[in-house]
């Protein structure tokens, strides 16, 4: 039984080795001096409440504008896929737009495309030559994905890309409230 604990203990700390070019910070995502930071969109790309919000309002049109080419070319952006623009009058670069799943209890394959939303904001910064990235916590807010388990999947899909791609300076989990801070925090320091 000891041996039993003890070996899940081994696991459970093996499981939240933190790469080092992780980064967490509590703050206003659109503020960031960043190559690219991620918004947190809907398919339409049209903008709405939250971060997204608070991202076309520090931007300016231009990215509604691009936003609404790329919808008129491709048509709605899945879930789990994102695509990019560039950032208006913000001081990042880019603006990568990745759709999260809205919580709708779990049984909805909800955990996967949160992974899928992820691993293709990070794969488009890499086809970008994007090397830092900046990620809101994606899902936990209008969306309602359960924060613990939003911050689970961010931090193990982005420690799996970075151990997989070497080159990437680092990813920043820019954290607006309390609640996701404290979880983060805790993940992060964990190691
Ligand atoms: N900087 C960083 N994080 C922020 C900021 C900010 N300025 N503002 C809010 N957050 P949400 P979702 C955090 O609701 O759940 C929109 O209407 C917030 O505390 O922005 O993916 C879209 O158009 C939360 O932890 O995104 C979609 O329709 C996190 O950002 C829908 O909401 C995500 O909350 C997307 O919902």
Request: proline content about 4%; charged content about 30%; aromatic content about 8%.
């Amino acid at each position: 039984m000891i041996f039993l604990i003890l070996t899940n203990l081994v696991l459970q700390k093996k499981e939240i080795d933190m790469d080092k070019r992780i980064e967490l910070i509590k703050g206003d995502i659109t503020k960031l001096e960043i190559e690219a930071i991620v918004n947190a969109a809907n398919r339409q790309l049209k903008g709405g409440g939250g971060v997204d919000g608070a991202i076309h309002k520090a931007a300016g049109p231009i990215i509604h504008e691009e936003c609404m080419r790329i919808i008129q070319k491709m048509g709605e952006c899945p879930t789990g896929e994102s695509c990019i623009t560039s950032s208006g009058n913000m001081p990042s670069k880019y603006v990568i737009h990745t759709v999260g799943p809205i919580w709708r209890g779990g049984k909805m394959h909800e955990p996967e495309l949160l992974t899928k939303s992820y691993r293709s904001a990070l794969e488009l910064a890499v086809e970008f030559g994007i090397k830092e990235i900046a990620f809101p916590n994606i899902s936990t807010g209008i969306y309602s994905f359960p924060k613990e388990t939003a911050a689970d999947i961010a931090l193990k899909e982005t420690n799996d890309f970075l151990s997989e791609n070497p080159k990437f300076k680092k990813v920043v989990f820019v954290c607006f409230d309390d609640e996701n801070y404290d979880i983060y925090k805790k993940r992060i320091n964990e190691e």
